[in-house]
Nanobody, 121 residues
Framework: QVQLMESGGGLVQPGGSLRLSCVAS????????MGWYRQAPGKQREMVAI???????NYADSVKGRFTISRDNAKNTVYLQMDSLKSEDTAVYYC???????????????WGQGTQVTVSS
């Protein structure tokens, strides 16, 4: 079993910042890429950012230049620094891990509670 524990969400004003963290534990053999996804009310879940073991991270166009993904391999932790937040960034944020060539959380699965980010004045 794999456990993914997200934290760091909260209520922030437009233009503010938050830093999300996700710790992966359990059977995380062949840990490859790590990523962040989000789901806003009434919308489908979407990719926010993915960071490979090595190489360049990939970002959704909507967050480029505002969000930064990073990872600490020693701690099996992935971070998402979110700056210049907008109301449209309001969503539940989830992390996911690529084990070998398979993402642990898949589209038909229940993704757990995630961490709520609310951007509002």
């Amino acid at each position: 079993q794999v456990q993914l524990m997200e934290s760091g969400g909260g209520l922030v004003q437009p233009g503010g910042s938050l830093r999300l963290s996700c710790v992966a534990s359990g059977s995380i053999f062949s840990l490859n890429a790590m990523g962040w996804y989000r789901q806003a009310p009434g919308k489908q879940r979407e990719m926010v950012a993915i960071i490979p073991n090595s190489g360049t991270p990939n970002y959704a166009d909507s967050v480029k230049g505002r969000f930064t993904i990073s990872r600490d391999n020693a701690k099996n932790t992935v971070y998402l620094q979110m700056d210049s937040l907008k109301s449209e960034d309001t969503a539940v944020y989830y992390c996911n891990v690529l084990l070998g060539n398979r993402w642990y959380r898949r589209s038909g699965d229940t993704w757990g509670q995630g961490t709520q980010v609310t951007v509002s004045s």
